[in-house]
């Protein structure tokens, strides 16, 4: 009877990161550039894999497909929380909002297990090397991307089927820029008992286990590295997974802190420096991160850079 004369929720009001009208003009300015520079950088990843054939190797199939779910984890988040930054009213329906956790999710739960598979691939690069081409061969690589999406999309499943069961009935502020599960479950005014074990589990079975595969595959790597004589080899072999152990370290540290943090120590503050860093800065950060340290992928950069200024002269 409790339940029936309580009022239904149907949208949520995003306080956001702040309430000045001239600081959300001034932030609003920042992401902007900061999804532009997201999108351009990642799109020029992928066009240079593909018009390079010297860029077609497991390693850079992997980062062909780790653009793109960088070009889908930014735009879940990052044009609805620009459309607030200008509106009067911030406000998102409930159903809105558990699509976009869905969507979220999903791209973050895929990028982690492709960031898994291509620690996989810098162990059979540097620790196995005379069987790479068999180990890392296109149908390998195929499955490893398929099962990353497979398992991103089941773990978005499970969250989001749950999710559709809570109740909402007010208070509706969101003390947050995004739509993430940890502060729906703290509006629900049903039990979020089982909610909660079921983010927490998968967190630590998905997460734990593509960091472990990432971990495993770096001690491997590391213990072949210290037994190179050369310190040309083992800068060389050290300057092949540089990148990636980077990308991993940024994200891994801020998401998996967010996530399984307990709720006693939890800070708005600390909670939205750690969203942005995960959600946003890592998939801007990524295309600078390889380019930068991938010498071929600097080369081919730059080749094609430099057929389009020849085009323009002509």
């Not at 070009?71 to 911030?90: D, G, H, R, W």
């Not at 213990?223 to 004589?229: A, E, F, G, Y």
Request: aromatic content about 12%; charged content about 10%.
């Amino acid at each position: 009877m409790a339940m029936k004369n309580q009022t239904t929720v149907t949208e949520f009001i995003f306080l956001g990161l702040s309430s000045d009208p001239q600081m959300q003009i001034f932030l609003f300015s920042v992401f902007l550039v900061i999804y532009l520079i997201t999108l351009r950088g990642n799109i020029v990843i992928m066009v240079v894999i593909r018009a390079d054939s010297h860029l077609h190797t497991p390693m850079d199939f992997f980062l062909f497909h780790l653009s793109f779910v960088d070009i889908c984890y930014s735009s879940v988040t990052v044009p609805k929380m620009l459309m607030n930054f200008l509106a009067e009213q911030k406000i998102i329906s409930v159903n809105g909002f558990i699509v976009q956790i869905f969507f979220f999710i999903l791209s973050a739960g895929t990028e982690s297990f492709i960031l898994s598979a291509m620690a996989y691939d810098c162990y059979a690069a540097i620790c196995d090397p005379s069987h790479y081409m068999q180990t890392m061969s296109k149908g390998i690589c195929v499955q490893l991307v398929s099962g990353a999406w497979t398992t991103g999309f089941f773990y978005a499943l499970l969250n989001t089927v749950f999710a559709l069961k809570l109740h909402f009935c007010g208070p509706n502020q969101i003390n947050h820029f995004s739509c993430e599960l940890p502060p729906l479950l703290q509006l629900a005014c049903t039990e979020t008992f089982t909610n909660q074990v079921v983010l927490l589990t998968s967190v630590l079975i998905l997460g734990l286990s593509s960091f472990l595969l990432t971990l495993i595959s770096y001690i491997h790597i590391i213990s072949t590295i210290l037994r190179i004589r050369s310190a040309e080899g083992r800068h060389k072999a050290f300057s092949t997974c540089s990148s990636h152990l980077t990308v991993v370290g940024l994200l891994y540290m801020t998401g998996f802190l967010q996530y399984t943090k307990p709720s006693s120590v939890s800070s708005v503050v600390l909670d939205e420096i750690f969203s942005i860093q995960y959600s946003i800065l890592t998939p801007m950060l990524n295309p600078i991160i390889y380019s930068l340290n991938n010498k071929e992928v600097k080369i081919a950069l730059r080749n094609i850079l430099g057929k389009f200024k020849f085009l323009n002269q002509c």
